[in-house]
């Protein structure tokens, strides 16, 4: 009996865990189920892929389909035709001039200029990333390899580092392998014509036709220390952007609450103005203080940096503030948006871009235009910005009278209480 009672609780203790772990299933189950049936599981899931497509098209897109092409670079020819002995002329730096031009494989686009002056001038106004020199000696050196005295010329390179860092060490990369391939081209064109006329060449001469020319190297307004490489002028811009949008947002904010409170509108309007463009000229200050004295970054002009990042902050602000006057909070991912697509586009040289990117986004947004007269401002000494300072100051003027017009768009009515019956 005993064993027969033991047996039958063990079957009930189990009968009824069984159904326990069944009803805890079923539970389990339901909650499942019901939290699948919930629209924001899905919306999630949309969102997740949405934010992925968006952000992959603004940061990837441009970087995918940026390629070097047609970049400008001054070409100075001096070089003076000289006799041979067998009375032709010899002009090598015509020859050199017309393999350049009509060398397609290279993505530069040659400008022929008349002096050396005039290819650096052309630098200093950032015309051309950099500029290649043949000078007046070229042929008469290269003639001179076949005597025992030989005196190769110098070819020089200038690349402006500030213009694009990145730009300027592949002209200089590209310009280097070009004049390597000619140099021993032209080696071997001369051991050709010397063996033409004696089996045997001077061991000078020899060493000499190794290396038919020599090429020097220059960098034209650098970066300097702690610039990032040349990017300071993007990573300011960036600071500026975001902290503008702060100054922006509180202010709207905080003016939105003013008004519920029974504040005039057009004088709210007007302080909340005042009051950002103080608080941005505070803010730029301790941007170029801080540059200079927590990072030691290297900068030529800190008054002039101030004044322009002082311009550059007024614009931005007043643009983001338009935005939120006339379409409230909707307008801060719209202003997120800009500028998640525009960092990639200014990094870069507008000759690196896609088409589509240059044409659609870098050719108006004002982020472009503050990181193109920073650059100008740290490394060229503030020199051919008169189309910066236009559209920073019409932007500031037009933002700053469509802001103070939006005390006259229409309110909403407030519900009445037969409306709300």
Not at 40 to 59: E, P, Q, S, T
Request: charged share 10%; with cysteine; aromatic share 8%.
């Amino acid at each position: 009996m005993l064993i027969i009672e033991f047996s039958l609780q063990i079957i009930i203790i189990n009968t009824v865990t069984i159904i326990q772990h069944d009803v805890h299933y079923k539970g389990v189950a339901n909650l499942h189920t019901n939290l699948l049936k919930q629209k924001l599981v899905w919306i999630g899931a949309v969102a997740v892929l949405a934010v992925l497509m968006v952000f992959g098209v603004a940061m990837i897109g441009p970087a995918a389909g940026a390629a070097p092409k047609e970049l400008p670079v001054a070409l100075v020819v001096l070089d003076q035709p000289v006799d041979q002995p067998d009375g032709n002329k010899l002009a090598v730096g015509e020859t050199l001039k017309e393999k350049m031009t009509q060398q397609t494989q290279l993505p530069i686009k040659w400008e022929i200029v008349g002096s050396k002056e005039e290819a650096l001038a052309g630098i200093d106004e950032q015309k051309y990333y950099g500029a290649l020199i043949l000078p007046a000696d070229l042929s008469a050196g290269l003639l001179s390899l076949q005597t025992a005295a030989p005196q190769p010329a110098q070819l020089q390179i200038y690349v402006s580092e500030g213009k694009n860092a990145q730009v300027a060490g592949t002209v200089n990369m590209l310009l280097q392998v070009a004049m390597d391939k000619v140099g021993i081209q032209l080696s071997t064109q001369l051991l050709a014509e010397i063996g033409k006329h004696t089996d045997a060449i001077p061991v000078t001469a020899a060493g000499a036709l190794i290396e038919p020319f020599t090429v020097s190297s220059q960098i034209v307004h650098p970066v300097g220390a702690n610039n990032a490489s040349g990017n300071a002028p993007l990573l300011l811009t960036q600071m500026m952007w975001l902290s503008c949008l702060a100054v922006s947002i509180t202010l709207f904010l905080a003016s939105q609450q003013a008004v519920k409170a029974g504040g005039g509108h057009m004088r709210i309007v007007l302080t909340k103005l005042v009051t950002g463009l103080v608080i941005v000229t505070g803010a730029t200050a301790f941007l170029v203080w801080m540059s200079g004295s927590w990072y030691g970054m290297e900068l030529s002009d800190r008054t002039q940096l101030w004044l322009f990042l002082l311009l550059a902050g007024s614009a931005f602000f007043l643009f983001q503030t338009t935005l939120l006057r006339w379409i409230g909070m909707p307008a801060v991912p719209l202003m997120v948006l800009l500028f998640f697509f525009s960092m990639p586009v200014i990094n870069m040289a507008p000759e690196m871009l896609p088409a589509v990117a240059k044409d659609w986004l870098y050719s108006w947004t004002p982020l472009r235009f503050v990181a193109t007269g920073l650059r100008s401002v740290m490394y060229f000494d503030g020199t051919n910005m008169n189309g910066t300072y236009q559209v920073l100051g019409w932007l500031s003027g037009i933002c700053m009278v469509v802001a103070a017009a939006s005390v006259l768009k229409p309110k909403k009515a407030a519900p009445t209480l037969d409306s709300s019956m």
